[in-house]
């Protein structure tokens, strides 16, 4: 069973904005000009799609001069990859053992 720190996780991921800009923080770290030039992005909504992964902590940020860094916490990825790949263990258990409920 998922916490409800990794359903949020989840939540926080499936935008496909969030998602890209997770992606690209993954090879290096950006500051929200170079976010933008990436994505497309207009900077007042990429700005609010960084706060919301700020907020749920996958990504931190780092002040250089005038500027603001975003870098990726790989440590809360690799905890929620270590989540489904314990319920594709489950599964695969459970299709193993031919389990399944009676109606």
């Known amino acids: 069973m998922l916490t409800s720190v990794e359903t ?3 939540r926080v991921l499936a935008d496909p904005l969030r ?8 090879h290096e ?3 929200t000009t170079h976010l933008v030039e990436e994505t497309g992005a207009r900077q007042t909504n990429l700005s ?3 706060k919301v992964l700020r907020e749920a902590g996958v990504v931190e940020t780092e002040p250089c001069g005038r500027f603001t860094y ?3 916490r790989p440590e809360v990825i690799d905890t929620l990859a270590g989540s ?5 263990e489950t599964s ?3 299709l193993n053992a031919d389990k399944k409920k009676s109606c």
């Not at 998602?19 to 993954?26: F, N």
């Open 92 to 94: 695969r258990a459970t």
């Open 8 to 10: 949020e996780l989840i």
């Open 19 to 26: 998602l890209q800009i997770v992606t690209l923080l993954a």
């Open 70 to 72: 975003y870098k990726l």
């Open 48 to 50: 609010n799609h960084l």
């Open 84 to 88: 489904f790949a314990t319920l594709a």
């Open 29 to 31: 770290t950006l500051c």
